[in-house]
């Protein structure tokens, strides 16, 4: 189903140039980043990251998915998640060469390489039939599209009816004082520890600017609801720090 009257908002890109696409920016930023990205993920948002995948997870457990797809993969975090709910395939896919290097190395290592497949993949264009997979996940890469309602639909495309997905996105807070050191620790502490770790400036400089730049809540539900999926639901976490996201098909 394809998404009309398309929101239009300021396009935020990691390196802030019109020389490349916002797709092959953030591949860039994330090939930059893969090797540090796990410890960072974990280390700056406090091991929230790991709770917020489980919560996520559990509310796809009473549609019983054999076929996962997690979108935008990276390293494989939430696909090696997806495996609680003992599916019969789990595909991850990314369009960042070097994070499914880190994934497929860790995959191996874990021996979980013969249930989860990583592979390059465009959100905007993912190379499924139509009504192939049981549920989808995305973790922290939603906002990284390029075309927002483009890759909604494609969520929505190739999820079979009577299936869910489960996005993951930071969020601002609402209520004092958490969304005063939210912006303090998003604009002030974290782009320094960030670039001093990952030694990209840009990345962790992004990483507040896309958020504040993503449709917050409701905003968001209703460019799901656009493309076609019939019941939307939110739910803050972490006094309003992430977002997550139920869409069922």
Known sequence: MVVKNEMVTRVVTPYQTNEVSKKQQVAGMFDNIAGRYDFLNH???????????????????PFHPLMILDI??????????????NPAKVI?????????????????????????????????????????????????????????????????RVLKPGGAAVILEPAIPKYFPMRQMFFLYFKGILPLVGRLISRDRHAYRYLPESVQNFPQGKE??????????????????????????????
């Open 72 to 85: 935008a993969t990276g390293t494989g975090d939430f696909a090696i998640e997806s495996l609680k709910l």
């Open 43 to 61: 280390f700056l948002s406090f091991g929230a990251d790991i709770l917020w995948r489980k919560k996520a997870v559990n509310l796809l457990k």
């Open 220 to 249: 968001f539900v209703d460019i799901c609801t656009k493309a076609g999926f019939k019941k939307t639901t939110y739910k803050p976490l972490t006094l309003g720090i992430c977002a997550l996201y139920l869409l069922e098909r």
């Open 92 to 156: 991850g896919i990314d369009i960042s060469e070097k994070m499914l290097e880190v994934g497929r190395k860790k995959l191996l290592v874990s021996r979980l390489d013969q249930k989860i497949e990583l592979m390059y993949g465009d959100s905007e264009a993912i190379e499924l039939e139509t009504g192939s997979i049981d549920a989808v996940t995305v973790g922290f890469g939603v906002r990284n599209f390029e075309h927002l309602e483009k890759g909604i639909s494609e969520i929505h």
